[in-house]
């Protein structure tokens, strides 16, 4: 089941075989999924995050993708320390790994990672060349990138559908021109894990040179397999899994960091490896991965779903308050979760708002941010009777989100039915204060018929839907927005006891997604 070799590696030293690197693309593969872009401040936020975690490598992005992607790989390479930065370059493209050596220079540790496809399918429609022209790329490309760092990474794209012999070739291949690690994707989510471990036991075997370098498996999700694909392939031989926070990422996502970490934590019987993650931290990290792209973590989500550790039937209950263990099998302790006993209302003060945060996950919010928060903490409780922790949650995360252009300011509405209504909206756009009036069928028309008026721009609401926090009709309102611009497309998200105030809130966090996304062009031909 184990690797029967320890390796030295160029950043990692000498592997013990039973370690597996864990490798992070939550800002590449993940970042590059419909709705999950981020800014440089939230990816630099992200990657201290990651590496609090502890993750080995993280993945910072596709510097030749554009202006965006090669800043934020550079500022993460020049501010975050401790694990390896790893930007992407494709194989075949001298630009690609020349940008991605240039985006890394200021990090301690680096590493090029360069793709290319090897599936019959691939060459044949998506590059349109002959499999000896890959081969030769595969020289060139790891040779240049090795040129430029120790640390070269090389991945077969659509590996788990390419013909074992020409993999054999192309692993030969990246070996000989120096990749250290060398990646086999499950580029369309497609293998089974039986494939998956059959895959890495035969390049292990049979191509010249594999005991010199570490094997990684990088699973997409499209049969809800990519978790067990990856453990398969650690089965197989591999020790690198490339996985992101919440399983986000192409399509219908990755392997999901904490779902893998868990695994091998939980059942080390079947599993006997080891990670650097701090798993109190997972948490933590997911919920600040889920406030800054606006996706919530579905509630039934493994680990870190808000039902992953809830007993709802009486009969669970029992037998956890008599033993935990009946039907807990790892502690919510373990990954990040507090059993919290504060029950917040209008008397309660600063520090058990501070406590209360720390308990749900947001103990680092820094000191302006926690007071803005728990200033709306008090409004909020002086309008509801009972303030419970999916309130906090949803008035923090609307705090935190990165407002970095406009920031909502207040708004008045008069409404009265079978007549138009009107709104009053102030915006701060940059530090300036912008008021704007409108009138509108309804108030939320109205209101964003004014901040239209206040900020004017071209996008396309193409959705717009309100829910509530919790129940009762004294609940918070949360709204999504989805903004459309030129085919680009942002959600944004906003919660307040006012439905409309929410909407507005919603509204202007989607424009300011936007505005980062407008300085953003995608590569030609860009896949993976
Ligand atoms: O899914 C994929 O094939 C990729 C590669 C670039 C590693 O993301
Ligand atoms: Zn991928």
Redesign the pocket.
């Known amino acids: 089941m184990s690797a029967s070799h320890t390796i030295t590696h160029p950043s990692f030293g000498q592997m013990s075989a039973d370690r597996v690197i864990i490798f992070d ?1 939550t800002l590449r ?1 993940g970042e590059q999924s419909p709705g999950f872009s981020m800014n440089l401040t939230e990816k630099l936020r992200m990657a201290e995050a990651l590496a609090t975690l502890g993750v080995d490598v993280i993945e910072a992005g596709f510097p030749v993708a554009s202006k965006g992607d090669f800043e934020s790989v550079h500022q993460i390479a020049k501010n975050t320390n401790g694990p390896v930065i790893c930007a ?1 370059a494709r194989t075949g493209g001298a630009k690609d790994i020349a940008a991605a050596g240039e985006a890394l220079a200021p990090a301690k540790r680096k590493r090029i ?1 360069n ?1 290319i496809s090897t599936s019959p399918l691939h060459m044949k429609y998506k590059l349109r060349m002959e499999p000896e022209t890959v081969l030769d790329l595969i020289t060139t490309g790891n040779t240049a990138a090795r040129n430029l760092t120790d640390d070269v990474e090389w ?1 077969a ?2 590996g788990s559908r390419t013909e074992p012999d020409f993999l054999c070739r192309c692993v030969e291949a990246a070996i000989k021109a120096g990749a250290t690690t060398i ?1 086999i ?1 499950d ?1 369309v989510g497609y293998a089974t894990p039986e494939d998956m471990e059959r895959i890495f036991s035969m390049l292990r075997e049979r191509v010249p040179g594999a005991e010199r370098v570490i094997f990684s498996a ?1 699973n ?1 999700n499209d049969l809800g397999l990519a978790v067990a694909n990856t453990l398969a392939s650690v089965r197989g031989g591999a020790r690198q899994i ?1 996985c992101t926070i919440n399983g986000i990422g ?1 399509r219908a996502g990755n392997a999901a960091l904490e779902e893998i970490v868990m695994a091998m934590r939980t059942r080390h019987d079947q599993y006997p490896f080891t990670t650097g993650i701090n798993t109190p931290g997972l948490l933590k990290v997911s919920r600040m991965l889920a406030t800054i792209t606006s996706f919530d973590v579905q509630p039934n989500k493994a680990i870190v779903g808000r039902n992953a550790f809830a007993h709802e039937s009486g009969i669970h209950q029992d037998g956890v308050l008599k033993n935990a263990a009946t039907y807990e099998i790892m502690t919510p302790e373990s990954v990040g979760w507090s059993r919290s006993s504060l029950v917040m209302g209008k008397h309660s003060g600063r520090a058990a708002f501070r406590d209360k945060l720390k308990a749900l996950g947001y103990g680092d919010l820094e000191d302006s941010k926690l007071n803005d928060a728990f200033s709306r903490f008090k409004d909020l409780a002086d309008r509801k009777k009972v303030v419970y922790d999916e309130d906090i949650v949803a008035l923090v995360d609307d705090e935190v989100r990165d407002h970095d252009h406009i920031r909502f300011g207040a708004l008045s509405l008069a409404s009265q039915s079978g007549k138009p209504s009107e709104a009053e909206l102030t915006l701060h756009v940059d530090g300036k204060t912008v008021a704007a009036q409108a009138s509108g069928n309804g108030p939320v028309d109205a209101a964003f018929n004014a901040l239209r008026t206040a900020f004017p721009h071209e996008a396309r609401l193409a959705l717009f839907s309100v829910g509530a926090v919790t129940e009762g009709t004294d609940a918070q309102a949360r709204t999504t927005v989805r903004l459309e611009e030129d085919g680009k497309m942002v959600d944004g998200q906003g919660a307040d006891a006012d439905t409309v105030v929410s909407a507005v809130r919603a509204y202007v966090h989607a424009l300011n997604k936007l505005l980062v996304k407008r300085t953003r062009a995608e590569p030609e031909a860009l896949t ?1």
Do not use: G, I, K, R
Request: no cysteine; proline share 6%; charged share 30%.
């Open positions: 693309t593969d992407l990672h793709f991945s794209e659509d990646n994707p580029t990088h997409h490339e192409e993976a």
